[in-house]
């Protein structure tokens, strides 16, 4: 079974983001969306840390915000990390998209081809792309 536990973000939650997003060079160009603007401890900043369980072990996590938008307030998944024995997509997204209930939308950027297919399969629409010309 699935389930989701808050975590208030310490020390060691910020350790974690950076050894998963931040160390690796290989990991940074599959996920970074900020040009090297922004580190993923970065996304932890006015955001809620929130693990996976699958049956009690931990699997995953995400970082979520809240923000004020025009229609109402808009969610943001900042950051997620995990592996597990089941489709985080088809597992979690579900669950996510519940406890963001009141809420306008919920927004997720990415720069994997294959998560963008899976969110459109979920409902999910392009909303804006960002072009990018280096110019040295």
Do not use: W
């Amino acid at each position: 079974m699935i389930t989701i536990r808050h975590e208030p973000t310490t020390d060691a939650h910020r350790a974690e983001v950076a050894r998963a997003f931040d160390e690796s060079p290989l990991m940074r160009a599959k996920t970074d969306t900020s040009g090297g603007m922004v580190d993923g401890v970065d996304c932890l900043a006015n955001a809620e840390f929130f693990r996976v369980f699958d049956d009690g072990v931990p699997v995953a996590f995400y970082v979520l915000r809240a923000r004020q938008g025009r229609a109402g307030i808009d969610a943001e998944i900042t950051l997620a990390h995990g592996r597990a024995g089941v489709d985080l997509v088809d597992a979690v997204l579900p669950l996510i998209e519940r406890q963001c209930a009141g809420c306008h939308a919920l927004r997720i950027e990415t720069r994997r081809a294959g998560l963008m297919k899976k969110l459109e399969r979920a409902g999910y629409r392009k909303s804006s792309v960002i072009l990018t010309k280096e110019l040295q």
